[in-house]
């Protein structure tokens, strides 16, 4: 008897464990499945074993998308948690006033996406009713760069940024306001610069927090679709096109399911190798 | 003990009562696509409340789905969920269905109700799939050339027939610093086949188009590479502007032209609300006319925007035709029609009975009763939306990007387009297209 009252903890994981395999393991499993078919999504699935991915190798559409997903990944991983961790910095040193920056830095983080993405489509970018029409009718010749192929993906990826880096400075300040503040204190009293400062004090006190961080941006990175599907639906001639704008337009505009789950399949390859590579850093630091 | 005996025989009678009311009225259930509250209130004034007075035996009930309603249905019919009355974005979301026994052959309800006395018989050969009728066409449109009048006039120019004519023309107002096309596609990006509709119905010409269709001759074939390098010569002089990708298809592009800062306006027949709308708001005034073609002869690209068909697990099959026959009537047809202009024109083949509200453009009655004429005749093109299979289609609409910013040349677009239509013809994902 004793022995049954010991393993009834097991049963607190069973709701979590029910709502994980039917929400998540059942519909990813399925997909995977789907990967190796041909699907309209109407009709019965046919198998066709690898020639999904095959499509994919000869597609030039797929090699454009998954460059464009990397380019964002390196934007991503550089540039908004560069200013997160500047602003953040200053936060701490400069404390008047800290909590207005934070708001104000926060504040685009809260708004929907598709309103910030309709708001930079008509009052920034647009030539007849934002400030690109503006500076055209003054007589400086500026392009409303979503529409040119060279600039499209940088023009989404500015509105990203800025939705975004807000979020990365007030994770980045509460890790900082972690610090022990004797070794700060340390720091100043044996003379040490701002940037010093950052670099040998700072920056090592919240190693764990930017290196959770830069794996997360691997993994939304590659799932990135709402502001590019808002903005520019990947056009145009897909100079944007990333590849979940690829997955969803080939599942519902050219009923291609089998294709659209083959693409989905390489978007969770580099999230699962991100994932590892997050799980690796949890674990040495445990042994730490 | 009898007493509640006599009482529980009571409430029995009054549940089976109320149960036999419920049953004699039967409920239709119909999606509807995205509609903004003035227009379901106009199919509740419209359709719904008459047809419930007409049939009190059935109750309408009418569900707006919004923009998403082509995926919620798909996955709605493959669970047997769907609603009775079908409704799909065109006969290129029919065949798939109608391929996967979805949807039910409407021939039955087609003779008892006579509809093929009271449908123009073309709409009715488009809404085949292996020989048998599985949708009705709700509504056709077509795609020609607005121009600002109000404009020309004051340049002395004449609505072009040709398209040397219109060539020369578009040369003129650039000259001038006028864009020659109102056009954009940043709230559509489907805005893009209405020119290549137009290049290869214009160029290629109809018959060509019919052969390409019926898998008779290769999208490669000379015509066709012709047209696509006209429409790219197009482009590439900026008859489209430079803000093509910034402006919206419907409001923007109207104002445009309306305003006088383009002067002729590519665009399909669902855009005379706005064109009223905007001529109104600059005090200028518009005209239509066919698109110009290489001999002179206007030629209209027939399109259809939405269908009506019947789910094969519908729980009330009987009334779903009922409603259907009931949208095919001269009454709806003029209400609808005059309110929201282009969305309800209703192939009905007399429509000298309608009555059509007073504030109507001539332009628009003049232009259906001709678009209906040339249907009537035998001498209509062919819209891309409308008779080509869904991957093709989506193709035509992002390839041709590709042409434009000289990614690929027009012969590539053509070769990939042919593989995509082979692929899917085979396939049987192809609408009808009847033989000329």
Redesign the interface.
């Given at each position: 008897m004793p022995e049954k009252v010991i393993h009834m903890h097991r049963l607190y994981v069973l709701p979590t464990l029910i709502i994980n395999i039917v929400i998540i393991a059942i519909p990813a499993l399925l997909t995977v499945a789907l990967a190796f078919f041909e699907w309209?999504?109407?009709?019965?699935p046919v198998f066709v074993g690898l020639d999904n991915f095959a499509a994919l190798w000869d597609d030039s559409v797929f090699w454009t998308a998954l460059t464009n997903n990397i380019i964002w990944t390196i934007i991503f991983l550089t540039v908004p948690i560069g200013m997160g961790l500047l602003a953040a910095t200053m936060l701490l040193v400069v404390r008047r006033g800290s909590n207005t920056f934070q708001v104000i830095y926060f504040l685009p983080v809260i708004i929907a996406t598709a309103i910030t993405g309709r708001v930079w489509?008509g009052m920034i970018?647009?030539?007849?009713t934002g400030v690109t029409g503006l500076l055209q009718r003054l007589g400086i010749e500026i392009?409303?760069p979503?529409?040119e192929?060279s600039s499209a993906l940088y023009g989404i990826a500015v509105v990203d940024l800025w939705h975004w880096w807000g979020f990365l400075c007030v994770i980045f300040f509460a890790a900082l306001r972690q610090v022990p503040a004797e070794q700060i204190e340390a720091a100043r009293i044996e003379g040490a610069t701002f940037f010093q400062m950052i670099r040998y004090v700072l920056l090592p006190g919240i190693m764990p927090t930017i290196t959770l961080m830069m794996i997360m941006t691997v993994i939304w990175s590659f799932l990135v679709f709402d502001f590019v599907y808002i903005l520019t639906?990947?056009?145009?001639?897909?100079?944007s096109e990333v590849l979940s704008t690829l997955a969803y337009?080939s599942a519902?505009?050219?009923?291609?399911v089998g294709k659209a789950a083959a693409v989905s399949v390489v978007i969770s390859l580099f999230g699962l190798a991100a994932t590892v590579l997050y799980i690796r850093a949890q674990a040495s630091e445990f042994e730490q | 003990m009898t007493k509640i005996k006599t009482k529980l025989l009571a409430a029995a009678a009054i549940v089976i009562g109320a149960a036999q009311i419920a049953a004699a009225q039967d409920r239709v259930t119909w999606w509807y696509e995205q509609a903004t509250p003035d227009q379901q209130k106009l199919i509740k004034e419209n359709i719904v409340e008459p047809f419930d007075k007409a049939n009190p035996e059935q109750s309408l009930k009418v569900d707006y789905r919004g923009t998403e309603l082509?995926?919620q249905l798909?996955v709605a019919?493959?669970s047997g969920n769907g609603p009775d009355v079908v409704y799909t974005a065109g006969p290129s979301y029919v065949a798939?269905?109608a391929?996967?026994g979805?949807l039910m052959p409407l021939d039955d309800y087609a003779a008892k109700y006579k509809w093929q006395d009271r449908i123009l018989p073309v709409f009715l050969k488009m809404g085949e799939y292996n020989g048998k009728l599985y949708a009705l066409p709700k509504t056709y449109e077509t795609v020609g050339l607005f121009y600002n009048k109000t404009l020309f006039e004051k340049h002395g120019w004449q609505a072009p027939k040709t398209l040397d004519e219109m060539e020369t023309l578009a040369d003129a107002m650039l000259k001038e610093g006028i864009t020659p096309f109102a056009a954009g596609n940043?709230d559509w990006?489907g805005a893009n086949e209405w020119f290549v509709t137009l290049a290869l119905n214009s160029v290629a010409g109809p018959d060509n188009l019919n052969k390409a269709l019926r898998g008779e001759m290769p999208w490669t074939a000379e015509p066709f590479v012709k047209s696509i390098d006209r429409l790219n010569s197009w482009w590439q002089k900026g008859y489209f502007g430079?803000?093509?990708?910034?402006?919206t298809s419907s409001e923007?592009a109207a104002d445009a032209m309306a305003s006088g800062k383009a002067g002729m306006m590519p665009t399909g027949t669902w855009q005379f609300q706005n064109v009223a709308t905007y001529g109104k708001k600059a005090g200028s005034e518009a005209g239509f006319v066919g698109f110009p073609s290489a001999s002179g002869d206007p030629i209209f690209p027939l399109g259809i925007g939405s269908t009506f068909s019947i789910a094969t697990k519908a729980k009330n099959p009987e009334g779903a035709a009922t409603v259907i026959n009931y949208v095919f009537s001269p009454e709806v047809y003029g209400t609808m029609n005059s309110a929201w202009q282009g969305e309800w024109n209703i192939p009905l083949k007399d429509i000298s009975s309608v009555k059509m509200a007073s504030e109507v453009t001539p332009l628009f009655t003049e232009t259906m009763k001709n678009l209906s004429a040339s249907v009537a005749d035998g001498k209509y093109g062919y819209t891309t939306w409308t008779f080509l299979p869904?991957?093709t289609d989506?193709?035509i609409i992002?390839g041709i990007?590709?042409v434009?910013?000289k990614?690929i040349s027009p012969t590539d677009y053509l070769t990939k387009l042919d593989e995509s239509f082979q692929k899917e013809s085979k396939a049987g994902?192809a609408p009808a297209v009847p033989a000329r």
């Open positions: 309209d999504g109407i009709s019965t489509q970018y647009s030539p007849v392009a409303n979503l529409t192929t639906q990947g056009g145009p001639a897909y100079s337009r519902f505009y050219d009923l291609a | 082509d995926k798909r019919m493959l798939p269905m391929q996967s979805q940043a990006r430079k803000n093509y990708f910034s402006l923007q869904p991957a989506s193709y992002n990007e590709e434009w910013l990614k994902k």
